[in-house]
């Protein structure tokens, strides 16, 4: 059965590799798994043919033959799940990555996410300072814990897991910020999770698609 993915047309992320399919294309990368993406404009993610896929019109969904997933990190937990490469054997090395991967997209993106947020949407407040600060507090907190967790080792436990590859994808989104640069250890994890071929192939999939939409 040939997986098909959904994907921005034309990413806001001007081919960066955020757009959240591309953690879903990481995760077909890393297991082996061939998949096709169909391109949606922003107008067609809101029409009733993605909306039967994606109830909240957004990027990806996930199709398999009868089965259809939407959010990012439930398609990730199923391609791990299913095929050999992102979950250990050991039952309980293999709980602990899915517990990272939780940890990703709850504990350290939501802060992220709010920061994008506030300086996309909230600079002509008048408390727009006020909020940034607070928020970027949110987050070192956040990164400093990680950093202690994570200390002298390549990965999060051990082997790298679906737990380091959520991880990796919501640390890059800080990328520009200069909040990495202030824990080496991280911004060294992160240009791991970057080096991997799997990683390589999946942006340059993302970055094509960006790059013939600006010049087509």
């Known amino acids: 059965m040939t ?3 959904t994907a921005f047309e034309r990413s806001p992320d001007r ?7 591309m953690r879903v294309r990481w ?4 297991v082996g798994q061939p998949y096709e993406v169909r391109l949606l404009s922003f107008k067609a993610m809101k029409e009733a043919a993605h909306l039967a896929l994606q109830p909240f019109g957004q990027i990806p969904s996930y199709e398999e033959g009868d089965l259809v997933l939407f959010e990012s990190g439930a398609i990730v937990f199923h391609i791990a799940d299913r095929h050999a490469g992102l979950l ?3 039952t309980n090395a293999r709980a602990r990555a899915i517990t990272w991967m939780f940890a990703a997209v709850t504990t350290m993106e939501q802060p992220i996410v709010d920061r994008e947020a506030a300086r996309f949407l909230e600079g002509d407040k008048p ?10 507090e949110r987050i070192r907190k956040r990164l400093s814990e990680l950093s202690t967790q994570l200390g002298d080792d390549d990965w999060l436990d051990s082997e790298f897991s679906a737990g380091d590859l959520q991880m990796v994808s919501v640390l890059l989104r800080l990328k520009g910020s ?3 640069d202030e824990y080496p250890n991280l911004a060294a994890y992160v240009t791991r999770g970057e080096a ?3 990683y390589k192939r ?3 999939a993302q970055l094509a698609v960006f790059n013939a939409a600006s010049t087509g």
């Open 27 to 30: 995760a077909l990368e890393e």
């Open 15 to 21: 081919g960066r590799g955020l757009a959240r399919d």
């Open 88 to 90: 250990p054997v050991d």
């Open 196 to 198: 991997r071929a799997a």
């Open 127 to 136: 408390w727009y300072q006020e909020r940034l600060s607070m928020v970027d």
């Open 178 to 180: 200069g909040m990495l």
């Open 202 to 204: 999946a942006f340059d």
């Open 3 to 5: 997986i098909t993915i």
